[in-house]
Structure formats: structure tokens, C-alpha cells
């Protein structure tokens, strides 16, 4: 995430905390519908973690594809490590990579 984007979230945030603070917030509508344009939706929306499959790629060959707890109890990696090499793309320290199957 960029400088730019960063800063345009943290301006977002501080005016629905505004809008969330007045005191008319739930009788006036024009505030309630600001506030309710600015929530908006899920800005990175993620796939069920349930119905997610994991790849784990050595070499650039995939040497295992199963659910999130497979995956944590195969090659042992916490469940917040796992999270992060998803979000990264970035290898452990025994150089391998974790992939959402597409």
C-alpha cells in the first residue's frame, strides 16, 4: 500500500469516527447516508479460509496442495507465519512458497 493510499484511508477513517460522534447520527439522514458512503465494502476482500487450498512451491514444483491446517501441520508454520508468507509472497527459510490455488 502506497504513502498516497495510506493517507486517504486514515482521512476516511477520521471523518466516519466524525460522522459516528455527531449527535444527530442516527436521526439525520444525509449524515447516515455519508457515513454509509464512506463504509463502503470490504477494500481487500479475502476468500473463505474454510474453502481455501494452499500450494507450497520448492523450486518453482509444487510439492504439497492442501487446507490452511494441513499446510501449518506439514511443514510446521504458525497459523500467523502462514497468513504472512500468503500476504507476501515470500519465501521461509527453507525457501519455499505458499500460494492460494487459483
Do not use: C
Not at 2 to 20: F, G, P
Not at 64 to 91: C, M, Q, W, Y
Request: net charge positive; glycine share 6%.
Amino acid at each position: 500500500m502506497s504513502k498516497e493510499q495510506r493517507r486517504e484511508r486514515m482521512i476516511r477513517r477520521r471523518r466516519m469516527v466524525y460522522l459516528a460522534e455527531h449527535p444527530d447520527f442516527h436521526t439525520n439522514p444525509s449524515i447516515r447516508a455519508e457515513w454509509g458512503r464512506l463504509k463502503g465494502g470490504n477494500d481487500y476482500p479475502f476468500p473463505n479460509p474454510g474453502d481455501l487450498q494452499v500450494e507450497v512451491l520448492y523450486e518453482g514444483e509444487v510439492i504439497f496442495t492442501g487446507d490452511r491446517a494441513k499446510v501449518r501441520a506439514e511443514f510446521g508454520i504458525s497459523h500467523s507465519n502462514l497468513s504472512r508468507k500468503l500476504r507476501e509472497n515470500r519465501p521461509d527459510r527453507k525457501k519455499r512458497y505458499y500460494r492460494i490455488k487459483q
